[in-house]
């Protein structure tokens, strides 16, 4: 059983920067792609963007393409969101979650693992 922490939430201005991590406690951490989603209040989790278990293949979801970039450190068992150019829009829950497949899925429903959230609020 992988246990997922995330950190690094807090509340910042809009256009201000964040990274938040997602420390995994399984030594096995390179076996899973990692995702990065958020919930906004009375919003469904969508799928942020997330990243290959090797880290060579990352994806976006447009709403956050060119301000947001996802990396991972396997030595270290974490995965990272930072978070530039931040808006109002992007307040949300984030969480990280893992599924064992070489590449991230877009379903929500297929991630082995989840973590806990961790609040993001943008303010304008």
């Known amino acids: 059983h992988v246990q997922l922490v995330e950190s690094g939430g807090g509340l910042v201005q809009a256009g201000g920067s964040l990274r938040l991590s997602c420390a995994a406690s399984?030594?096995?951490?390179?076996?899973?792609?990692m995702a990065w989603f958020r919930q906004a209040p009375g919003k469904r989790r969508d799928l942020v963007g997330g990243?290959?278990?090797?880290?060579?293949?990352?994806y976006y979801a447009d709403s956050v393409k060119g301000r947001f970039t996802i990396s991972r450190d396997n030595a270290m068992n974490t995965v990272y969101l930072q978070m530039n150019s931040l808006k109002p829009e992007d307040t949300a829950v984030y969480y990280c979650?893992?599924?064992?497949?070489?590449?991230?899925?877009?379903?929500?429903?297929?991630?082995?693992?989840w973590g806990q959230g961790t609040q993001v609020t943008v303010s304008s």
């Open positions: 979650a893992a599924v064992r497949r070489v590449a991230v899925v877009g379903r929500e429903t297929d991630y082995d693992y």
């Open positions: 990243i290959s278990r090797s880290g060579l293949n990352t």
């Open positions: 399984e030594d096995t951490f390179s076996d899973y792609a």
